[in-house]
């Protein structure tokens, strides 16, 4: 089956820096790949996704790039702020199912 | 719009207790539905996902159970609770075809 890997596991930053999580994947039959933000104590929301079609994607201060050939993806956040502090997820799926990665917990010190 | 509702919130069971979960979705129709656990500190683990009234498949060997009685609810069992099974369970929801989940709110359980 698929398995995911994210890291970092912890990830601590300065308001206004960047932030930068990487997660490999196993399947290459694997073709969407969601990140999800939870915050303490809530359920995971989707925050920005890619298919396998598409290399990169930007949403505002997001963006997600996926290296195919490589089996691997990240997600990018700029000009972090206080409130973009949370537990951030990556996931694989492949015919409905999704893996996902074990989490980063980003904290940004204002 | 579509919503998701999971319940209980919490729960304390003691080891070699039942227990039984349940999730409705709402504004939607023919979900796949999943049941998810998320260990302290850790990812979602996938237990159990359904394409349709009556098919579960079980990702994880376990003493959890699950069940679609009906197009929108899903039921997450067990017989004799174990300490192991503690954790937070979440339900979610993906439309045909598409890729988002959606969360329920979780379900948090110890066993003790």
């Known amino acids: 089956g698929e398995n995911v890997e994210q890291h970092p596991s912890t990830l601590s930053v300065q308001e206004g820096d960047s932030a930068v999580i990487k997660c490999t994947y196993s399947d290459s039959a694997s073709n969407y790949f969601p990140w999800y933000k939870q915050e303490l104590g809530k359920r995971p929301q989707l925050i920005i996704d890619i298919r396998s079609n598409v290399g990169e994607k930007k949403d505002q201060r997001i963006a997600v790039t996926l290296n195919k050939t490589a089996k691997h993806f990240s997600l990018h956040i700029t000009e972090t702020q206080p409130e973009d502090s949370a537990v951030y997820f990556c996931?694989?799926?492949?015919?409905?199912?999704?893996?996902f990665g074990d989490g980063t917990t980003l904290t940004v010190k204002p | 719009s579509q919503t998701i509702h999971q319940w209980p919130a919490t729960l304390v069971q003691p080891v070699g207790s039942p227990l039984s979960l349940e999730c409705t979705v709402e504004g939607t129709s023919n979900p796949n539905l999943y049941w998810y656990r998320q260990a302290a500190g850790r990812g979602l683990q996938l237990l159990f996902y359904?394409?349709?009234?009556?098919?579960i498949s079980s990702e994880v060997p376990q003493n959890l159970s699950a069940s679609r009685p009906q197009d929108r609810q899903f039921i997450l069992s067990s017989k004799k609770l174990l300490l192991s099974d503690s954790g937070f369970y979440l339900c979610a929801w993906r439309g045909r075809g598409a890729g988002e989940l959606f969360f329920g709110e979780g379900s948090r359980l110890t066993v003790l």
């Open positions: 996931a694989a799926s492949n015919a409905g199912k999704s893996t």
């Open positions: 359904s394409v349709g009234i009556g098919q």
